[in-house]
């Protein structure tokens, strides 16, 4: 809705209420997230040149607004476009991208890539997923005493998604340490300025994934796995071209090449450190999804939020008038303690009640590799338990990476067991 004429005071804040690179955030961010919550609901940071939304009801709010574009183009203070004869395949392939398009076109690539989400093919991915696990977990130097973050949390998920798409291990190189690292980066906002940088960075693995859909669909027999299915679908007619699947894998790298890593090592941490909830999810394996969900909302591990926001007009949130074109961040970490919506909410319980939960997204950009990163945690706490069961605990101290653009990176997080 337009700004109302009664809104006249601006919330600022810069780094010294806010600073996501601070140590002293990385390794306590509760007392800023709390100031964040009570103090700055709706604020402008003046040195990230960000509005961040850090209640619960309304960062979800931003997140299902059709108020709220995702397009980076909307953003005021978007890079130029490039001239279309210079545009590179990373170019070609954001301008049909699901975070880029209109409601219309979001919705028929949402339908026709949802055959590829169906139970026969998640079980079909869990088993590629389990695979990449277990060979992770063998790589262990040293059972006996391993950090957690190195040996097995970074490994993780790009690998498990090269082997869902079926990247053969002579191109897992290419594919883990080019094409993820960069996609992450390249429409972030806070790395405008190193655009060009990231966007050649992804192209080696994009050609070498568009070169295997060509190939599937030139093939009598696509197969029946996930980039098989995502080739074969027709539904009223129509199928995805091969740039719309590279479109559609692309999201799930993105989702789960960087961030998801955080997933292992806070779950390993967070079972470790409390023994009591850890000994429940052994009683009652069907609360792992909400064992995941808990992990995720208590850790306060993101130092933003969700795919940046960009209001179409001046929209009014909580008092504040929200320029269009702004940068605007749903801040998650402040939003998953917010005691109107999670009473108790330093208590890690995985029998909480996460309905209505914005750890994914909401809306209509809800997260597209959700379901792959609660197979990652699921699969990777089993294989833990499996092979190291009681004899797990956590010695010295926790290390983290303030650098990191996104998260509080754990770095280290050592694990001493019994293994033989």
């Known amino acids: 809705m337009p700004a ?13 209420v806010y600073n996501p690179f601070a140590m002293a ?6 007392p800023v997230l709390e100031r964040m919550l009570h103090e700055f609901p709706v604020a402008f940071h003046k040195d990230i040149n960000a509005w961040f939304v850090s209640p619960h009801e309304l960062a979800a709010e931003v997140l299902r607004s059709p108020r709220f574009s995702t397009r980076l183009a909307d953003w005021k203070d978007a890079p130029p476009p490039r001239p279309a004869d210079k545009w590179t395949l990373l170019d070609r392939l954001q301008e049909i991208a699901m975070v880029n398009v209109g409601p219309e076109q979001h919705m028929r690539l949402r339908r026709l890539t949802a055959p590829a989400f169906s139970r026969r ?5 869990e088993a590629s997923i ?6 992770i977990f063998d790589e262990i130097e040293n059972p006996r005493l391993f950090n957690v973050a190195t040996e097995i949390s970074v ?8 082997r869902m798409v079926g990247v053969p291990p002579e191109a897992s190189e290419l594919f883990e340490h080019g094409l993820g690292w960069n996609l992450v980066r390249v429409t972030n906002p806070m790395y405008a300025a190193d655009r060009d940088t990231y966007i050649n960075g992804t192209l080696p693995g994009l050609q070498y994934l568009l070169d295997t859909i060509s190939a599937r669909r030139q093939a009598g027999d696509p197969g029946d796995d996930f980039i098989g299915t995502l080739v074969a679908t027709e539904i009223d007619g129509e199928r995805l071209s091969d740039l719309e699947i590279l479109s559609v894998i692309s999201a799930l790298v993105t989702a789960g090449a960087d961030t998801a890593v955080d997933l292992h090592t806070l779950a390993i941490q967070a079972l470790l450190k409390h023994p009591d909830q850890r000994a429940l999810l052994r009683q009652r394996p069907e609360l792992m999804e909400g ?20 209001p179409l007009q001046d929209t009014e949130l909580d008092g504040q008038v929200l320029e269009k074109g702004s940068f605007v961040m749903p801040f998650f970490s402040a939003a998953a303690l917010d005691p109107a919506k999670w009473p108790e909410p330093y208590r890690f319980d995985i029998t909480r009640n996460h309905s209505g939960n914005i750890i994914f ?15 990652q945690g699921k699969i990777t706490i089993e294989e833990f338990e499996r092979r190291f069961g009681d004899t797990a605990e956590l010695v010295g101290g926790v290390e983290y990476d303030p650098t990191h653009f996104n998260t509080r990176r754990i770095t280290t997080l050592m694990v001493r067991t019994g293994a033989s």
Request: hydrophobic letters at 45%; aromatic letters at 6%; glycine letters at 6%.
């Open 130 to 135: 389990r695979e990449a696990v277990v060979d």
């Open 4 to 16: 109302k004429a009664t809104v006249s005071r601006r919330l600022e804040i810069d780094y010294s």
């Open 25 to 30: 955030f990385i390794e306590n961010p509760f």
């Open 291 to 310: 064992a995941i969900l808990e992990i995720l909302r208590c850790s306060a591990r993101g130092k933003f939020g969700a795919i940046p926001r960009y």
């Open 361 to 375: 997204g909401a809306g209509p950009h809800l997260c597209i590799g959700l379901n792959l990163v609660k197979a």
């Open 121 to 125: 093919v998640m079980d079909q991915i």
């Open 155 to 162: 490994k993780v998920p790009i690998r498990t998604i090269a």
